[in-house]
């Protein structure tokens, strides 16, 4: 799969771990990574390494429990991928959302 066409995939709490862990296999399996966490130097350090490892990474700096940065990180990660590739993959979007929205319906409902 050439780069146009290889996904994007966010991955939160990505510095250390099993976060870490997960954007490394999402790299081997061709996907472009964009990590996030709350600690600046750990996010550029990460970056840094990922790239080194040959996968195509960025990374935004965000607390995922703040709704303002979780917005600025959907955000910075859409942007990346139009900015470099042209496109999003709205299709793959849309199942999140209706995911994340039946989810919180069942939480609600309990």
């Given amino acids: 799969m050439d780069a146009q066409n290889s996904p994007v995939a966010l991955v939160t709490g990505a510095t250390s771990g099993i976060g870490l862990a997960v954007a490394r296999g999402l790299g081997r399996l061709n996907h472009r990574i964009h990590i996030c966490a709350r600690d600046a130097e750990g996010v550029a350090d990460t970056v840094k390494g990922l790239r ?59």
């Fill in 52 to 110: 080194a490892e040959g996968f195509e990474a960025d990374g935004t700096v965000c607390d995922v429990s703040n709704p303002e940065q979780v917005e600025a990180l959907v955000s910075a990660t859409a942007t990346m991928a139009l900015d470099r590739y042209g496109h999003l993959f709205p299709g793959h979007l849309d199942e999140v959302a209706k995911t994340r929205d039946a989810a919180r319906s069942r939480v609600l409902a309990a």
